[in-house]
């Protein structure tokens, strides 16, 4: 097994060659040898691109050194673009139908949750459960779907009886007994071929495969065997190959004899041979090539045929509106070129974040479980203690010595053995972080390590949000998006809010917007406060509401607000998990009745949910006249795209001189792992200096746009409730061009004496300012300073000493592994990095900025992180730095004289 970067490539059909370097590019160039099919695959490489090959033969006759493909060989193009399975299985179907399904998401419609039920019933049953209490279980799950389509759920028992007739049967048949070995549901990744997926099934080591349409025909329909073949080259990585699969058709149980002809028996296994494997491999290199040139498929490459395919008019649309060639032709008119041309570049952007996240993927196995551990991405030698069957489910448990990393209690993690790419791995969200940590999967692991789970389900979300916003995009929306035309506003005189004009202001520009408002909040100024009035007023015009937010923190810290308010008549939306425990009672159970789960959720005049959640398949169903979203300045602009094109006008409210949207791209440019070798190939060309500029578009929120693009559509928030005023001082003439003012003398002057048992003679003298700075004199060790950490344990220590209580003391520290070792100092408050702090505030908050020598650490990358950090604190701010280092940048500079 080889890694390579091809070079160069030349060739003919049956025979090409590809130089490449082996060993990651750093070995002498060898040639390459295709022979036959494998031809194709060469023919697809590009300059640049990781090449790694299986069982080629070494050429040693011409002493050159080179190597040619046998009959056994495979070739894989860039193995660490991992591509789903289902992906190929389209891919094969239509090339265009697997670009148009990554485009518009899976819809909510009543064959896609029929078969989503079925599919659980069978691992239910594979599990051991009884089919009719599955059957009644699985469908009460569904309510919610299933009442948004209208369908009644008896019909829908029934209907799904059926499929389980199948499935039920064919478990029961003589051949299985109880040395079959089975396994629902796994979750598998493949390095080598550069694929990952879910298999329905394995049983003795050969994956099934449940469908719920019929196949009246002897063979499996090709598409489902490619499906099958993939699955059984990525259970290959891990045991013996499979030579055969099977594909279960459960709509065959249903059929009736008298009126059916052909094959009516459900289970169909075919052979596994060698030929299909490398088929599925060549297919998936050809995917992987187009997609990294972002290559639009016509549907010619695979000889699709248009006339029956489901697609046919989304196709076709598709192609019209972009004016792309298509196979199937194109309906409508072209979208006015800026259009296609924002589409283009924020598709390729997204495909950007997508390899981003491919990238991260591929930490998983380029990366020893040390230096994951050391990148935050995993905690690793757990110790297990327990599994415990809850609910259809496990709850696992393990003793952690170290709980630091990204990974944080709600998240969805890979829960493994100990090898999450070919040891046992699942699925499993964090219960418990501690030391000992708790955490759901489907099926039973002994919990040794926890890796972060990359998901592109943020960039799917992207994807299908620009694809709804241009390409079904509202034109009169269009004009404004595209700054066609300015915003325009009816006049309002209501007064909302007496005491505060700009407040005021912004609630009469968001109830008056005939298109969008926009209202800038720096910290502390009552954005949450503003947006709950906002909410009210519209309610109180008859309209109807999508509350929406970058965080389930955001969302629920809105609608706490709305209740402080005396207004309760909201549904929300999201996971268990997700959602605050004061806010569980409002959360829309998906279970239960259909009708009545529909109901709640259509009557409610206002609806709360992340962005991420407005592109689930019911929210995507779901109108609004307004949508109203906070922390806009944290969202990437197809993220904010999701909420606002379920509305017919939308008030975006955020800070732009706060964080800014998370692009992992960005990061990624830096450390990008392709080299260029040849920069006369354009598709190379593109792909190197593309990164940087597509990640910028992402970066950039769509808040930021509009604000800079129509002022006249936004509003100011300047009077702030958090800060005293000599601490409000630098960062309002830094980043507010001096605007900010203190709502009340009382705020501005406040002090830590106001707190009940605060004695101000207790304080070391360097402490009883408002803000202080403190140069701890320490060197930086890696990526925390141990001098600092216990300058700050002093400043907290002598902060409770004069008593303070440790819950109104906050710390703040640029790294995670800085803040776990003053968490370990001071275990009773609350230690944390910047981007969790963000929307929360402390009556004092200790800054560690662990910069010894250079500002080279993540907090000073971007001053709006710092602008961050100093307006978290009400009565007192303490700064813990090098003085020296952070001189030798003027910001910071102004920032030191200010603080000392
Ligand atoms: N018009 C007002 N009258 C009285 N109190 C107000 C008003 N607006 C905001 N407040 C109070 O000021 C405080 C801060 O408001 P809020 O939490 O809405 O700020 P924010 O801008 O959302 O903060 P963050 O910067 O953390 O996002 C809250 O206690 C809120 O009740």
Not at 2 to 28: F, H, I, M, N, W
Not at 565 to 591: I, S
Not at 782 to 798: K, L, M, S
Request: proline letters at 5%.
């Amino acid at each position: 097994m080889y890694k390579r970067q091809v070079e160069t490539r030349y060739g003919e059909r049956d025979l090409a060659e590809l130089t490449l370097r082996p060993d990651g590019g750093r070995a002498d160039p060898v040639t390459l040898t295709c022979w036959g099919k494998w031809a194709e695959t060469a023919d697809y490489a590009r300059a640049g691109m990781d090449v790694l090959t299986v069982g080629v033969e070494a050429n040693d006759y011409d002493g050159e050194g080179g190597y040619a493909t046998t009959g056994d060989s495979r070739v894989v193009l860039q193995p660490d673009y991992l591509v789903n399975v289902t992906d190929v299985r389209s891919w094969v179907q239509c090339p265009r139908l697997e670009y148009l399904n990554s485009m518009s998401g899976i819809p909510l419609n009543y064959p896609v949750v029929k078969g989503t039920i079925v599919h659980e019933v069978f691992s239910d049953l594979l599990r051991g459960s009884e089919v009719e209490a599955s059957i009644d279980d699985r469908v009460e799950e569904a309510g919610l779907d299933l009442g948004l389509l209208g369908r009644d759920p008896e019909q829908v028992r029934a209907d799904v009886a059926d499929h389980a007739r199948a499935i039920d049967g064919w478990l029961r048949q003589g051949t299985l007994d109880d040395e079959d070995e089975w396994r629902s549901e796994q979750t598998l990744i493949s390095e080598r071929y550069g694929l990952k997926g879910r298999a329905d099934a394995v049983r003795r080591g050969s994956p099934v495969e449940l469908k719920t349409g019929k196949n009246t025909k002897s063979e499996p329909r090709f598409q489902d065997k490619i499906q099958v073949a993939c699955y059984a080259l990525l259970l290959g990585e891990r045991g013996p190959a499979p030579d055969t699969g099977t594909l279960i058709y459960t709509k065959n149980a249903a059929l009736d004899r008298s009126e059916e002809d052909g094959d009516l028996s459900p289970a169909k296994d075919f052979s596994l041979n060698d030929g299909l494997l490398g088929y599925v491999v060549r297919q998936r290199n050809r995917l992987v090539a187009m997609a990294l040139d972002s290559t639009v498929p016509t549907g010619y490459e695979a000889n699709a045929r248009c006339e029956y395919c489901f697609e046919q008019d989304t196709c076709m649309v598709v192609s019209g509106r972009l004016d792309q060639e298509s196979k199937a032709g194109g309906i409508g008119s072209a979208l006015p070129a800026e259009e296609r041309a924002y589409f283009a570049r924020f598709y390729r952007a997204i495909e950007a974040e997508r390899r981003a996240v491919h990238r991260e993927y591929a930490k998983l196995w380029t990366q020893t479980p040390e230096e994951r551990a050391d990148a935050d991405r995993a905690l690793i030698d757990l110790e297990p203690v327990g599994k415990t069957e809850v609910d259809g489910g496990w709850e696992l448990r393990a003793r952690c010595d170290d709980p630091v990393s990204k990974i944080r209690e709600g998240d969805v993690v890979l829960a493994s053995d100990g090898d999450p790419v070919y040891g046992t791995a699942e699925m499993g969200r964090v219960l418990e972080l501690d030391d000992e940590v708790v955490v759901s999967t489907e099926e039973p692991v002994d919990l040794r390590r926890l890796d972060v789970y990359p998901s592109e389900m943020g960039v799917d979300g992207m994807l299908t949000a620009l694809h709804n916003a241009v390409l079904a995009g509202d034109p009169d929306r269009k004009d404004v998006l595209f700054g066609r035309r300015e915003p325009e506003f009816r006049e309002v005189d209501e007064e909302f809010i007496p005491n505060n004009p700009a407040q005021n202001r912004a609630v009469r520009l968001a109830v008056g917007a005939d298109d969008c408002a926009l209202v800038h909040g720096p910290p502390g100024t009552g954005k949450t406060y503003t947006i709950a009035r906002t909410i009210q007023a519209l309610v109180e015009r008859g309209e109807r509401v999508l509350l929406s937010g970058f965080t389930n923190r955001a969302v629920d810290n809105a609608l706490e607000a709305l209740r402080e308010q005396g207004f309760e008549e909201f549904v929300r939306v999201g996971t268990e998990h997700g959602v605050r425990a004061d806010m569980q009672g409002f959360r829309l159970e998906t279970r239960g009745d259909p009708e009545a789960r529909a109901r709640e959720l259509e009557d409610a005049p206002v609806v709360a949910a992340t962005t991420a959640s407005c592109g689930s398949r019911v929210m995507r169903e779901e109108s609004f006249d307004v949508a109203l979203v906070d922390e806009a300045g944290q969202l990437t602009e197809p993220a904010t795209l999701a909420a606002v094109t379920l509305a017919d006008r939308f008030v975006l409210v955020g800070d732009h001189q706060q964080l800014p949207p998370v692009v992992q791209a960005a990061d990624a440019a830096d450390e990008s792992d392709i080299e260029i070798e040849s920069t006369t190939d354009p598709a190379s060309a593109r792909s190197d200096g593309g990164v940087a500029t597509d990640a910028a578009d992402l970066s950039r929120s769509l808040f930021e746009r509009l604000v800079d693009a129509h002022p006249d559509a936004s509003v100011l928030l300047d009077t702030q409730y958090r800060m005293a005023q000599r601490i409000q001082a630098f960062p309002s003439s830094e980043f507010y061009d001096g605007a900010l003012r203190p709502a009340s003398p009382d705020v501005a002057t406040q002090h830590l004496t106001d707190l009940p048992g605060v004695d101000d003679d207790a304080l070391p003298e360097h402490l009883r300012d408002r803000v202080a700075f403190v140069d701890p004199d320490g060197t930086a060790r890696g990526n925390t300073n141990p001098t600092e950490v216990e300058r700050v344990g002093e400043t907290v220590d002598a902060f409770v000493a004069a008593g303070l209580a440790p819950d109104d003391v906050g710390v703040i520290a640029p790294f995670r592994a800085q803040a776990a070792a003053i968490r370990r100092r001071v275990p009773d408050v609350t230690v944390d990095t910047v981007d969790r702090f963000q929307g929360s505030a402390k009556e004092v908050i200790v800054v560690s900025f662990v910069a010894t020598g250079t500002l080279d650490s993540p907090v000073f990358e971007d001053p709006r992180r710092v602008n961050v950090a100093l307006t978290r604190a009400k009565k007192a701010l303490v700064l813990v730095g090098d003085r020296e280092a952070l001189t030798s940048d003027e910001r910071y500079a102004r920032m030191v004289e200010w603080a000392e």
